[in-house]
Nanobody
């Protein structure tokens, strides 16, 4: 079983940056596609970004394309989400997720989920 723990959230002004980390434990995630999702108050959880097991393929929601970058360090068993030019509408709880497959998806079909980290962007 894989456990995922997110960190790096916090309060930032609009236009600022944050880097989220997702540390995996239990076993290696080198064979797993990973993703980031977010859920704002009163809204459904939505896809943010995903990355293949090798790191060679990445996907982004249109709302974050060009501002967010997903990456992974399989040696550290960690996935990152670099968030730049943050906007008030990026405020949400951000969740890390992992799939048993190597190919990522933009749906919520992930097998492992973290507890989330709060990101608040003040305007």
């Amino acid at each position: 079983q894989v456990q995922l723990v997110e960190s790096g959230g916090g309060l930032v002004q609009a236009g600022g940056s944050l880097r989220l980390s997702c540390a995996a434990s239990g076993r290696t995630i080198s064979w797993n596609a990973m993703g980031w999702f977010r859920q704002a108050p009163g809204k459904e959880r939505e896809f943010v970004s995903s990355i293949s097991a090798s790191g060679g393929s990445t996907y982004y929601a249109d709302s974050v394309k060009g501002r967010f970058t997903i990456s992974r360090d399989n040696a550290k068993n960690t996935v990152y989400l670099q968030m730049n030019d943050l906007k008030a509408e990026d405020t949400a709880v951000y969740y890390c997720a992992g799939r048993r497959q190597a190919i990522p998806t933009m749906t919520g079909a992930y097998d492992y989920w973290g507890q989330g980290t709060q990101v608040t962007v003040s305007s």
